[in-house]
């Protein structure tokens, strides 16, 4: 496949999606609990950016926003520009167009996202009729093309299978053709692999890393897996309640995080050079987004806070070009 | 949440070795479960799930066996024959050299006293109409101990567990976070003073920074109470963390088992290799090239005749398809184990070492 002459994976060839102040609350009962708290970002074609974060950091929130995908009751705030198009304010046909053609997605289960009663096939061709105006049986055949691209084994004969014929990393696959159908320019996946064994995760990991260089997209990933974000992405973002904590290039977080909450989630995960014996584990758990700590959200659990963590949030701070961190006692050793 | 269980008492535990020379707690062999399912194969005669296909191991008192293996391989099911949660169809189980089950075996209320079993959802597995201390005591007031003390052993086990029984006693499921659900849950366990924790995927639903706190209790209480554990996972990283042995299953076989450095380090069967080559790095420069194996696991409906693994292994042969290979010894270490044709001299296969030549001590340490 072309890659549309866009620019190639290590291009710099400008911003493709500019994210500035985002935000998102959800009213429920008379309460608000706001689970994304003011998030910038630019992205590259080309460039893989990882959301990582445990459950309830809101990197699945912050990336259903970019698309409008979240319930009546989310209240989006901020701006997302994408090609220099402001998403936020599209009504619900030009979303329509845009999902799909330009931003595309892929989720953590396929047979939920999957139709279950119409052949992958249908489901494929679907897409490419109702976005590009083109007849079915091209459809059918541009399916197959996508099959065939995601390397599904005897892809003639898949088109007519329904999704409950297929395996766990079959049916990832077939959703991996179905968003990249009509050749987004950026693909968000969110845990794409979480749910699958691990013979067959690093199969799906190495073909996203394939189809990303070859089609150029811009891609944003959310993981909660460390050793997942490490082998897919050149850029982290590190969530903790509903903020970016810290961000850089993935390598030089591993290597030298300097927000205590990167430092802990390291010491947390059981990794294949883990020694044995103990872990250090982070105390305690992450706050409740309904009844937020003052202050920094993870000063409750911090080995470094001091009486002044508790007075504001801290800002994210540059540390250097394109690394940073929301806390203020990064040179500060922990002890 | 208080992170370590430190000052309670540990709960009055007898010696739980009674032979006091690391004789097998447990021991299995040819446990088998086929799983009948409705409407058959599409063919003739009924179709069954392979579940378990006769699998025989022991469990050493105070060893950690770790059970490894993807989705599909039985190791679930294996946990729950070990509970006897469900019947077995073919086999037999002894604990501390007794017959479980039977006419004249050991009686499940006997069993479930001596073995316990923490699951992976912390939630799903607690009544959410009890409080933690009615949880924690239903099994001991099951047993006929007075209320009273049931409910002083509960505040006992929740205070061992880390959870300061004043503020947790009272509350219920609905009112913990999943880490102190799963704490509730191996308190429970803990209850009724059991010598063999099973561990099903007990730390697999939490958060990084929480799992890493439920294994050092995990590890904490084994180490006060002189437990045993058999933990399964499908983490590969978790599982050599914590485990002395371990078994690896495939399709409701065992396809290795050995001490932990051995399985990690020199790997004999194929499958127990790419398993272990698609753990990830957490190193961006030391990225996975190509996959280290292809495709998906079949279907446990109608496995792959002989070998399971042959359909997807790169060293298949015709042996591996009309012979079903047995667990043998293939390196320098004895109870490492491993089952493949191409480890075993003379199996017909066209990489097995030599007969006679190479000895099993020679080709286990260069294989890989």
């Known amino acids: ?335 | 949440m208080n992170a370590t269980p430190a000052t309670a008492d540990p709960p009055a535990r007898a010696a739980t070795d009674p032979h006091g020379d690391g004789r097998p707690i447990l021991s299995v062999s040819g446990l088998r479960k086929y799983f009948r399912l409705r409407g058959g194969s599409g063919g003739v005669g009924p179709a069954y799930v392979q579940a378990v296909d006769g699998i025989s191991f022991t469990v050493a008192t105070g060893e950690t066996l770790g059970v490894v293996g993807e989705s599909g391989c039985g190791k679930s099911t294996t946990a729950r024959l070990l509970m006897r949660l469900i019947e077995p169809d073919d086999g037999e189980m002894l604990l501390d050299g007794r017959d479980v089950g039977g006419r004249d075996g050991m009686s499940l209320r006997t069993l479930r006293r001596n073995v316990q079993m923490v699951f992976q959802d912390s939630y799903s597995s607690l009544n959410p109409r009890h409080t933690m201390a009615e949880e924690v005591s239903f099994g001991l007031a099951a047993r006929g101990v007075r209320r009273a003390e049931a409910r002083r052993r509960a505040a006992e086990v929740l205070e061992f567990v880390g959870l300061e029984p004043a503020i947790f006693a009272d509350r219920y499921p609905h009112e913990l976070s999943g880490g102190q659900r799963q704490r509730v849950n191996v308190a429970r366990a803990l209850a009724l003073n059991p010598r063999l924790l099973l561990l099903d995927e007990a730390v697999s639903s939490l958060d990084k920074s929480v799992e890493a706190q439920v294994l050092n209790l995990l590890i904490e209480i084994k180490e006060r109470l002189g437990l045993t554990y058999v933990f399964i996972s499908h983490d590969l990283n978790v599982v050599r963390f914590i485990s002395d042995r371990v078994l690896v299953m495939y399709l409701g076989k065992v396809v290795e088992i050995g001490p932990v450095d051995k399985v990690y380090g020199h790997p004999g069967h194929p499958y127990t290799r790419a398993l272990i080559a698609s753990r990830l790095s957490m190193d961006p420069r030391r990225r996975i090239d190509a996959p280290p194996v292809a495709g998906d696991l079949p279907s446990p409906i109608n496995p792959p005749s002989g070998c399971r693994f042959r359909t997807r292994c790169p060293l298949a042969e015709p042996v591996c398809a009309s012979v079903d290979p047995v667990l043998d010894r293939f390196g320098a270490e004895p109870a490492h184990l491993a089952a493949c044709h191409a480890l075993v001299p003379g199996s017909g296969h066209g990489q097995a070492p030599e007969r006679g030549a190479g000895t099993a001590l020679e080709t286990g340490g260069s294989r890989r």
């Open chain 1, 1 to 335: 496949m072309s890659t549309d002459g866009l620019t190639p994976a290590d291009g710099r060839a400008g911003t493709f999606l500019s994210v500035r102040d985002l935000s998102v609350e959800f009213l429920s009962e008379g309460m608000t609990l706001r689970a994304i708290n003011g998030v910038d970002f630019d992205l590259h074609l080309g460039e893989t950016l990882c959301f990582l974060g445990e459950s309830g950091s809101g990197k699945t929130v912050t990336m259903r926003a970019l698309v409008q995908l979240l319930p009546p009751t989310a209240r989006i705030g901020g701006t997302v520009l994408l090609d220099g198009v402001d998403v936020l304010a599209l009504d619900a046909d030009r979303l329509r167009a845009i999902r799909g053609t330009q931003v595309s997605m892929i989720f953590q289960e396929p047979m939920t996202a999957l139709d279950p009663v119409f052949t992958v096939g249908h489901q494929i061709a679907e897409v490419v009729v109702w976005h590009e105006g083109i007849s079915w049986s091209t459809g059918r055949a541009r399916a197959l093309e996508m099959l065939e691209l995601v390397q599904v084994p005897s892809a003639r004969r898949r088109l007519d299978a329904y999704p409950h014929e297929l395996s766990g990393g079959l049916r990832q696959r077939v959703m991996i053709a179905l968003a990249l159908s009509c050749r987004p320019k950026l693909l968000l996946a969110d845990e794409p692999t979480t749910a699958l064994d691990a013979t067959v995760q690093i199969q799906i990991l190495l073909l996203l890393r394939e189809l990303q260089r070859e089609l150029g997209m811009a891609t944003i990933f959310v993981t909660h897996d460390l050793g997942v974000a490490c082998e897919i992405s050149d850029r982290v973002a590190v969530m903790y309640a509903g903020r970016f904590v810290e961000t850089g290039a993935m390598a030089e977080v591993i290597d030298a995080p300097r927000h205590p909450y990167t430092i802990g989630l390291l010491n947390s995960t059981v990794h294949a050079g883990s020694e044995r014996g103990k872990l250090a584990p982070i105390p305690g758990a992450p706050p409740d987004l309904l009844d937020m700590p003052p202050g920094c959200a993870f000063g409750p659990r911090c080995p470094r806070v001091v009486a002044a963590c508790r007075e504001r949030v801290p800002d994210l701070e540059e540390l250097a070009p394109g690394r940073s961190a929301r806390c203020p006692r990064t040179g500060i050793p922990d002890g």
